[in-house]
């Protein structure tokens, strides 16, 4: 069975510090995995996704992750955080095993101080 | 190239009351979902459809029905609305053998 789970429901920085939002997976099988933001009283956009290619992901607006088999983590980072970045954050994670249906994290949202 | 379109955005409703919420996806995609997401819980499954013709149960089905009208459209139905069911639900849709699902916007119902 496949499952996510976002390490932190919330996450504060200051305005040009780096960002280090923290996602762990379980998956039977060989899993993708996604980042979503969601900013206030908005849909989701999709950030970034992993799908068994190359490890290290680049997103959108400066944000990248790292799939980490031996960890079964996939961290989403950023160098330096803008006020724009505050929002909800959401961690995804979809297997063969699973039907490809996709399961959220509760979600981790990001306070960005001027 | 709309992707997945959700009706109604906003919807109130007094307890009890019915409604169905409409998706529609123009992407030929075979697998159909249904979300609800609430405050510290993401997204929850309530129900799936993976092919036209067919409709399972995800993590959150009490209180909802189904249905898989055709290729593109998938609804939602409320019989008896609670408050328990304020909420905003999510439609997403995902083509065979690609993991990558694709969101519609959102339906924010309140039921009073």
């Known amino acids: 069975a496949q499952s996510v789970t976002q390490l932190d429901s919330h996450v504060s920085v200051s305005e040009g510090t780096p960002v280090l939002l923290r996602c762990n997976y379980s998956?039977?099988?060989?899993?993708?995995l996604f980042w979503y933001v969601q900013h206030p009283n908005k849909g989701l956009q999709l950030l970034l996704k992993?799908?068994?290619?190359?490890?290290l992901v680049k997103g959108i607006n400066g944000f990248e992750a790292e799939f980490k088999k031996s960890e079964t983590s996939f961290h989403l980072t950023k160098p330096s955080a803008h006020m724009s970045d505050a929002a909800e954050y959401f961690c995804?994670?979809?297997?063969?095993?699973?039907?490809?249906?996709?399961?959220f994290g509760r979600g981790t949202s990001l306070i960005v101080h001027p | 190239n709309a992707g997945v379109t959700q009706t109604p955005k906003f919807q109130v409703l007094k307890t009890g009351q019915s409604m169905t919420l409409q998706c529609a996806q123009d992407?030929?995609?075979?697998?159909m979902y249904w979300y609800r997401q609430d405050p510290g819980m993401g997204l929850r499954l309530i129900y799936y459809?993976?092919?036209?013709?067919?409709?399972d149960k995800g993590e959150v089905p009490n209180g909802y029905n189904v249905s898989r009208l055709n290729k593109r459209e998938f609804s939602l139905r409320l019989e008896s609305a609670a408050p328990s069911q304020t909420s905003v639900y999510f439609c997403?849709?995902?083509?065979?053998?690609?993991?990558?699902?694709?969101f519609g916007q959102g339906t924010r119902l309140t039921v009073v």
């Open positions: 997403a849709s995902r083509t065979t053998g690609i993991p990558e699902a694709f």
């Open positions: 998956s039977s099988y060989s899993p993708s």
């Open positions: 995804v994670v979809s297997e063969a095993g699973g039907s490809y249906i996709p399961t």
């Open positions: 992407m030929n995609h075979n697998s």
């Open positions: 992993y799908t068994s290619a190359a490890t």
């Open positions: 459809s993976a092919s036209e013709g067919t409709t």
